[in-house]
């Protein structure tokens, strides 16, 4: 028989406790496995372990240091026969889970974000933190409080640690509007919602709002959510229920972390291409211009030609375990350039390269790009690309092959 025990929600490098008791007959030996943990026993001496044995009877106490985050798994066999015993998921979370997950960015496509209802051209869509223009909010139908409660729902698309959300107000001629409480549910299915309680026992947990149209207000998710959908239903509000937003958090996996693109911590010499254009005016567009959200008047890598035989290339100066790339395109002079598809190849010396592909199919895989120069579009790696060097290679663009972008991952022992 096999026991389930609810997961466990831990923040990295924090120490959790562990009661262990055995209470089997007299051959049950539980054998529990800690998967490379790292442990305290009696206070001092600290160890990373495979396994624990627990005797029949036997009482032990643990205290387990939280190591990488991601999701892992506690679990024992017991008796000769190793029968399956006690297990229980955990989730590690990383301290630096708190990142823009897209809303501000557009790398949250429109087609992600839906509401119960809106007001005139106040579309769902708008809810975007600092979105600019005449309209530039959500706004709902409802001006009473005592009306049945709108709400605003983004679609992840997969499942996603969400730690904090912002939110702001906004202003047409004049008059503000914002929501000055809400509260928030959360799904994995889009069927089965759970209201979000925080750390108490009441049936709700309301967040206090914003108090102007324009302040952006933070508010942490403690503990963190983790679905792919979430909802925010307005309780309280000034004028009507306005709203611009952005949800903050990481990867279930933990490993989502930029990789140094637009810090700079990858190096101009590590960014190499096919080819580089030089505009008549005397600007490079080299490659390492192409940094996610680079400034400028040659704020990205262009190719010299318009053709498929021109990639990008990044050497990580080590192997890597890449989860993701977010892309950008940019704009010269009247020229909005962008890349709309594109392939990958990786390689662990920079000789021989190896295409990404569909999971079942020999076809090369081809990702979406951008339809604008505005926004950002993120797409996973699944499975991910474990290589020291990576190519972009644009398959098709807008007026010119350009690029800026970010890498996301981790070391590749992370996992």
Same mark, same amino acid.
């Not at 990404?356 to 081809?366: I, L």
């Given at each position: 028989?096999? $026991?389930?025990?609810?997961?466990?929600?831990?923040?990295?490098?924090?120490?959790?406790?562990?009661?262990?008791?055995?209470?089997?007959?007299?051959?049950?030996?539980?054998?529990?496995?800690?998967?490379?943990? *790292?442990?305290?026993?009696?206070?001092?001496?600290?160890?990373?372990?495979?396994?624990?044995?627990?005797?029949?009877?036997?009482?032990?106490?643990?205290?387990?240091?939280?190591?990488?985050?991601?999701?892992?798994?506690?679990?024992?066999?017991?008796?000769?026969?190793?029968?399956?015993?006690?297990?229980?998921?955990?989730?590690?979370?990383?301290?630096?889970?708190?990142?823009?997950?897209?809303?501000?960015?557009?790398?949250?496509?429109? *087609?992600?974000?839906?509401?119960?209802?809106?007001?005139?051209?106040?579309?769902?869509?708008?809810?975007?933190?600092?979105?600019?223009?005449? $309209?530039?909010?959500?706004?709902?139908?409802?001006?009473?409080?005592?009306?049945?409660?709108?709400?605003?729902?983004?679609?992840?698309?997969?499942?996603?640690?969400?730690?904090?959300?912002?939110?702001?107000?906004?202003?047409? $001629?004049?008059?503000?509007?914002?929501?000055?409480?809400?509260?928030?549910? $959360?799904?994995?299915?889009?069927?089965?919602?759970?209201?979000?309680?925080?750390?108490?026992?009441?049936?709700?947990?309301?967040?206090?709002?914003?108090?102007?149209?324009?302040?952006?207000?933070?508010?942490?998710?403690?503990?963190?959510?983790?679905?792919?959908?979430?909802?925010?239903?307005?309780?309280?509000?000034?004028?009507?229920?306005?709203?611009?937003?952005?949800?903050?958090?990481?990867?279930?996996?933990?490993?989502?972390?930029?990789?140094?693109?637009?810090?700079?911590?990858?190096?101009?010499?590590?960014?190499?291409?096919?080819?580089?254009?030089?505009?008549?005016?005397?600007?490079?567009?080299?490659?390492?211009?192409?940094?996610?959200?680079?400034?400028?008047?040659?704020?990205?890598?262009?190719?010299?030609?318009?053709?498929?035989?021109?990639?990008?290339?990044?050497?990580?100066?080590?192997?890597?375990?890449?989860?993701?790339?977010?892309?950008?395109?940019?704009?010269?002079?009247?020229?909005?350039?962008?890349?709309?598809?594109?392939?990958?190849?990786?390689?662990?010396?920079?000789?021989?390269?190896?295409?990404?592909?569909?999971?079942?199919?020999?076809?090369?895989?081809?990702?979406?790009?951008?339809?604008?120069?505005?926004?950002?579009?993120?797409?996973?790696?699944?499975?991910?690309?474990?290589?020291?060097?990576?190519?972009?290679?644009?398959?098709?663009?807008?007026?010119?092959?350009?690029?800026?972008?970010?890498?996301?991952?981790?070391?590749?022992?992370?996992?």
């Amino acid at each position: 028989m096999i $026991y389930h025990l609810p997961g466990l929600i831990m923040y990295e490098q924090e120490w959790v406790r562990l009661h262990l008791l055995n209470l089997g007959g007299s051959r049950d030996m539980h054998v529990v496995h800690f998967h490379g943990q *790292t442990l305290l026993e009696n206070g001092t001496q600290q160890h990373q372990l495979g396994v624990w044995p627990l005797l029949p009877g036997s009482f032990k106490t643990l205290e387990m240091k939280a190591s990488k985050p991601g999701w892992w798994l506690l679990d024992t066999e017991v008796g000769e026969n190793q029968r399956k015993g006690m297990q229980t998921p955990f989730l590690i979370i990383d301290r630096e889970c708190k990142m823009p997950m897209g809303l501000s960015t557009g790398s949250i496509a429109d *087609t992600q974000i839906k509401a119960s209802e809106f007001v005139g051209y106040w579309e769902p869509k708008l809810a975007r933190l600092n979105n600019g223009g005449s $309209y530039n909010a959500w706004m709902t139908e409802r001006n009473s409080k005592f009306d049945s409660r709108p709400w605003i729902q983004v679609d992840m698309q997969r499942k996603v640690l969400l730690t904090g959300i912002q939110s702001q107000g906004a202003k047409h $001629y004049l008059k503000s509007y914002y929501t000055t409480e809400f509260r928030v549910a $959360y799904s994995s299915d889009q069927t089965n919602w759970r209201i979000f309680k925080g750390n108490s026992t009441r049936n709700v947990m309301y967040f206090d709002g914003n108090s102007d149209a324009s302040t952006v207000k933070e508010n942490r998710f403690d503990p963190p959510i983790v679905a792919q959908y979430i909802r925010i239903y307005p309780s309280r509000f000034y004028n009507k229920a306005a709203l611009r937003l952005e949800l903050q958090g990481c990867e279930v996996n933990g490993c989502s972390a930029p990789l140094g693109m637009e810090s700079g911590k990858i190096e101009n010499t590590q960014i190499t291409a096919s080819s580089f254009k030089k505009s008549w005016w005397g600007g490079y567009w080299e490659p390492f211009r192409a940094r996610l959200n680079a400034q400028g008047r040659v704020n990205a890598w262009q190719a010299e030609a318009n053709n498929n035989k021109q990639w990008l290339q990044i050497d990580l100066l080590k192997t890597k375990k890449i989860t993701g790339i977010v892309t950008q395109g940019c704009k010269s002079l009247s020229s909005e350039m962008f890349v709309k598809s594109y392939t990958i190849q990786y390689s662990d010396q920079g000789v021989n390269w190896t295409p990404y592909r569909q999971k079942t199919s020999m076809v090369d895989k081809v990702f979406e790009g951008n339809s604008n120069i505005k926004g950002h579009v993120k797409n996973f790696l699944s499975p991910p690309i474990i290589s020291r060097f990576i190519r972009i290679i644009p398959k098709t663009w807008n007026q010119s092959i350009a690029l800026r972008l970010e890498l996301l991952g981790c070391d590749a022992d992370w996992s």
